[in-house]
Structures are given as C-alpha cells and as structure tokens.
C-alpha cells in the first residue's frame, strides 16, 4: 500500500495530471519569493563593508550554484530509478533536470564573472570553485549531447543515466583534486575563499533567495517534465486530449 | 530594516558598482524567464503539431468516404 | 580468427587478452597513430609559443600530459567499434562469464598499445621541450599509471557512444570532464618533481585512482555496452 504512490509516479498520465495542480502554487510561491529576496537583497540589505555594493550579486550567485550542484545529484538519482525501476517516467525527470542544471550552472558562473571584476579586478580567475562549477558545466553539456546524440530515445535515456551515474561518482573526486590544484597555484595576493560568518541582515534575504530558487527548480522542473511527458506519449488519446487542453474525466 | 539608497538614481547606480549589479541580475532573470517560456513554446509547436496531423487524418478519411460513395455507381 | 570463433571455443581471461593483443598488433595503424598524433601536436608547441627553452621547460609537463591524453581519447572511438560493427560485442554481452572481465581485457590491451607506448616516448619529448632531468622518471611512472586511468574512463566513453556514427566529438565532450582529476595529479606530480619535492603522494593518488577505476568503470562500461547492442 505504501508503494502504491511510487508505482503511481512511473505512469506518465498520473504524474501529467497530478502535477497539474501544484503549478500555479509553485509559480506564485517561486515569484513571490524571488522577488522579495531580490529587492531585500539589492535595497534593504546593509551594504558589505570591503565589496560595497558589488556583493549583492551574492543573492543569485549562491542559490544559483546551491542548486546547480543539487540538481545535478537530483539527474544522477532519477537516471538510477529509471536504470533499477525500468521507470520511464524518471528519464524524462533526469533530461529536464540535466537542461535546467546547465542553465544554473552557467547563471552562477556568468553571476560569478562580473562579480569577479569590481572585486578582485579580473572577470576570470582560476580559483577552485569556478574551475569546478566549469567542469560541472561541462558534465551537464555531456549529458545533453548525449541525450539528442541517439535516433531512439529509449537509448538514449539509459545511457545519459549510465553517464549522469558516472559523473556522480567523479563529482566528489574532481572537486577534491581541484581543490588541492589550486592549493598549489594559489597567487599569494588573491584570497577567495574567505569563510567568515555572515551576518543575519544580509543572511535572511540569502535564505530567502535559496528558498525562492528551490521553488522556481521546482516549477521549472514539473513543467519541462510534463513537457517531455506529452512529447513522448502524444500519440495516445489522454496526450492529445492534454495538449487541447482537455481533461479525460477519469483524470479529474 | 531600511532603505540603503538615497533615491531611485542612487540605488541604480549602487555606488558605481551598478553595471555590474545590473547586468548580473538582468541576465539571470532573462535565463530563468528562457527555463520557463521554453516548455510553453514547445507545447504550442506540440500542439501545431497534433492539429496538422489531425487535419491530415480528417481529410484522408473524407478522401475515403467519397471513393466509397463513388464506387458503387 | 574473429571475436566470435574465440567466443566457440570458450576463453578465459588470459585467452581474451591474448587474442585481443594479437588483433590489435595486427592493425598497426592503430599503434602507430596515437604516437604519430602525440609527437606532432607537441612539435607544434614550440611553434606556437615560441623556442625560448625556460618557457618550454615550464610548459612540458602539463603540455606533454595534456597532448597524452588527447591521443589516448582519440584511440578510444574504435575500442568496440569492429567488435560493434561484426556483432562479436552482442555475442559478448550473450556469453555466461560477466562482461566485465571481456570489457577490462579490451581496455587493459588498448592500454599496452597506446598508454604504455606513449609513456615510454614520453622522455623523448621532454628532451624535445627541455624537461629539467628531474622530471623524466616522474613523467614516466604518472603517465604510465595515468593513461591505465584514461583509458579504464575512456572505455566508458567509448561504450557509450560506440552505436553512433559520428561519435568522436561527442565522446571527446562527455568523457575530457571526467579526464580532470587524472590530468591535476598527473602534472602536480610532475611539478612536484621539478620542484625538488616527494612526489609519492600524487603517485599513489593516481593509482588509487587507477583503483577505484579499475573496479567500476569495466562495469559502467559493461552497462553501456548492453544498453548499446540492445538498440
């Protein structure tokens, strides 16, 4: 009885119909959120004493790159349940998710560029952390390229889960190792990895924006997913009916 | 919890560090909006799509009701 | 004698790398090609960078262990491509005995071939770029447990890709992310070296490395095959 929910989720038409209605909360609750964050954060934070107002690009940089990160483990697990389940629904989970994670990844690195030039006078640096968010850039691109590389997308599926699954074993390995590379070319001038405490005026609106970006990966998600959804199954009667915007009554 | 800025030019200036403030806000707005609209643009060529492919069906099947119609006579 | 007659007659292991060897001293191109690629775009270095022989010894290291790895990646594509293409690598994945042994003797005879080869080459072109002396040892043992390392990843890759066509960029794409932590301590031994410090660590972090590659990626790339011939 306790699976029954999770058997539930691997047929595409529950997952298009259920997921329906949680659209409009997400969005209001991404919107809502993101833009309150945004302005707390770019008006009515205090200003960073050594940054002055370039700091303010934190509150996108860092939910940006949280979730870039997460959402590349959130690929890699549903490439695993579509590999271990035979769950065609979580494929199309991992191919929305592998999109929208490189579109993060590339925010929180262009964010990072222009916050890197009034601050440390470059837009690029070598440091650890930007060389690793590229790298992750590129194992999301992999993925994608792989996903249209195949003529069947059956095959395509399970081999972009195959890749995700390897990258995720990397993923730790890579970021230790440079982490210990820029260690042994770190220029003694430029000192990026600072951790100090953050105080609470400017921590809330961060949390705030962390929260607000979880809500839009959410949303986003559900909507590239159910797109994939209706692409893969329209030539049954429940998608077309779907993309006319009619609901069977068994699925009301 | 108040205002930083003295006014509407001093908060889009940011202290001379508005360019950067603003282009990086701007192009990360501009990327979710991309996440979003993508699905709706794909979902109307789905739909364009499905009603050619309709069309195409509905016409065949008329094509075959009149060659039905004719045969007989 | 083809990957399916040897299949008949029921190999081990040793049986499996024996032949493996055999076909691919047979096709010398394939020898040949990667350590053709591996002097040339090395040769091309000086040409663009200038002969100043400081800035070349600061180069070499990195240079040489990036151009390495660019020459075991493109001998990677025809891993399985024959064996793909002739339909020995479906009788493989039909055979009883586990096709991680078959996939761990294919890449352990690509290694012989083309890692092995480059790093005993690999002094040559340290002469060539004016590698400081006490580099060459170093360059050699890190290549030689590196290019183990690439070309267990690689086969991932290659499994992966091996149904497409044209799969030689995409394979590039999806496999140089996974090169990094291989390259980073690879050239940090180096450096090390040149720079008169131990360099055992780094060494015995690649071949942990080589470890932990040696166990799961005949398995990924045994998934990958599957999920290959089943199309």
New interface residues.
């Given amino acids: 009885m306790a699976w029954q929910w999770f058997h539930r989720l691997g047929s595409p038409r529950w997952f298009y119909w259920k997921t329906g209605a949680w659209l409009p909360w997400l969005a209001i609750a991404s919107g809502l959120l993101l833009s309150a964050g945004s302005l707390w954060g770019l008006g009515f934070a205090p200003q960073d004493a050594k940054q002055g107002d370039s700091y303010r690009i934190i509150y996108i940089h860092v939910p940006a790159a949280f979730l870039a990160l997460a959402g590349y483990y959130i690929m890699a697990i549903s490439g695993a349940i579509g590999l271990i389940w035979k769950m065609k629904l979580s494929y199309l989970v991992m191919r929305a998710a592998a999109l929208i994670g490189a579109v993060l990844t590339f925010i929180s690195l262009f964010t990072g560029a222009v916050w890197g030039k009034p601050t440390w006078g470059t837009y690029w640096v070598w440091d650890a952390r930007i060389t690793s968010m590229l790298i992750l850039l590129f194992l999301y691109i992999g993925v994608i390229a792989l996903s249209r590389a195949f003529a069947r997308e059956q095959v395509a599926d399970k081999a972009c889960a195959i890749l995700a699954l390897v990258g995720t074993v990397n993923i730790p390995i890579i970021y230790k190792s440079v982490d210990w590379w820029f260690t042994l070319h770190q220029p003694a001038t430029i000192k990026l990895t600072e951790s100090s405490s953050i105080d609470p005026s400017m921590f809330y609106p961060l949390l705030t924006m962390i929260i607000g970006f979880y809500c839009f990966y959410a949303w986003a998600l559900l909507l590239h997913t159910r797109n994939l959804v209706l692409q893969r199954e329209w030539r049954t009667n429940w998608a077309q009916q779907a993309l006319a915007d009619r609901t069977p009554a068994a699925d009301r | 919890?108040?205002?930083?800025?003295a006014g509407l030019a001093d908060?889009l200036a940011?202290?001379?560090?508005?360019p950067?403030?603003w282009?990086?806000?701007g192009?990360?707005l501009l990327?979710?909006a991309?996440?979003?609209i993508?699905?709706v643009l794909?979902?109307r060529r789905?739909?364009a799509?499905?009603k050619r492919q309709q069309r195409i069906q509905q016409r065949r099947r008329s094509a075959e009701k009149r060659k039905r119609v004719a045969e007989p006579a | 004698m083809s990957s399916v007659d040897r299949l008949a007659a029921g190999p081990g292991l040793s049986a499996l790398l024996r032949v493996e060897l055999l076909l691919a001293l047979r096709r010398g191109a394939d020898i040949a090609n990667p350590l053709l690629f591996f002097v040339t775009v090395l040769a091309l270095l000086p040409l663009g960078v200038g002969p100043e022989p400081a800035l070349l010894a600061r180069m070499a290291p990195g240079m040489i262990w990036v151009v390495a790895l660019l020459a075991s990646m493109l001998s990677q594509e025809s891993l399985f491509r024959s064996d793909f293409e002739d339909g020995s690598l479906e009788q493989l994945t039909l055979s009883p005995r586990p096709l991680y042994f078959a996939v761990l003797a294919k890449v352990a005879v690509h290694w012989l071939v083309t890692g092995l080869p480059l790093a005993l080459l690999s002094p040559l072109l340290g002469l060539m770029l004016n590698l400081p002396a006490a580099g060459y040892f170093c360059l050699f043992v890190s290549l030689l447990l590196g290019t183990a390392c690439l070309s267990l990843i690689g086969a991932v890759g290659a499994a992966l890709t091996v149904s497409l066509r044209r799969a030689g960029l995409l394979l590039a794409l999806i496999v140089m992310p996974l090169y990094v932590p291989v390259l980073i301590f690879g050239t940090g031994a180096v450096q090390a070296a040149l720079d008169g410090y131990a360099y055992n660590v780094q060494l015995a972090v690649l071949a942990a490395l080589l470890a932990v590659a040696a166990a799961l990626a005949p398995l990924a790339a045994a998934g990958a095959i599957r999920i290959s011939t089943d199309s």
């Avoid at chain 2, 940011?14 to 508005?18: D, E, I, R, S, T």
Wanted: cysteine-free; aromatic content about 16%; hydrophobic content about 50%.
């Fill in positions: 919890m108040e205002f930083q800025f908060f940011m202290n001379g560090h508005g950067y403030v282009i990086a806000y192009v990360t990327a979710l991309g996440l979003v993508q699905p794909r979902r789905l739909q799509a499905l």
